[in-house]
């Protein structure tokens, strides 16, 4: 997303994405529904309420990539409002899970800060979408601290997994 931020930075809500923030900004959400796809493959999770919750994460990702491709022929604002209700939407199901893993897998707390942060900022950058003084810089720093959750998540995982072995 840095890409986003250095080719968008000096545009404003009213302006159309460069051609490289509107691919980014349509693939983001399909990475996301794409992940959300192999972690169900990983970790077998094909039943219950856990298999609900990936499949709405799964259609949310998709939704907001169809979304998104419309959005980023149009201007910075709407493709900002489609990103933030993705953010808050998904941020949402992500919290979701996290709380119901939190007992039967255990290290949940980066994912379930990494929802609330998701959903506080996906609320900002929909509510500021169609402000003048709204970039795509935002999202740059959404997807910044959201690849740093990820990263604390996966280490915090892993370290409870290497515990449960011995």
Known sequence: MALVFTTSASLGSADEPTVIAAVLLVVYPLWDAVATLVERRLTGTGTGATNSVGVVNMGL?????????????????????VFGVWALLSGAVQLVVALRRRRTVGAQWPMA???GQSV??????????????????????????????????????????????H
């Open 113 to 115: 800060v990494s929802g």
């Open 120 to 165: 506080l900022a996906g609320a900002t950058i929909a509510a500021t979408s169609a402000s003048a003084t709204s970039s795509l810089s935002t999202v740059a720093g959404y997807s910044a601290f959201g690849a740093f959750w990820f990263l604390v998540s996966a280490v915090a995982l892993s370290i409870r997994s290497r515990r449960a072995q």
């Open 61 to 81: 990702g998709l939704a907001a990539t169809a979304g998104m491709t419309a959005a980023v022929f149009s201007t910075i604002g709407r493709a900002l409002l």
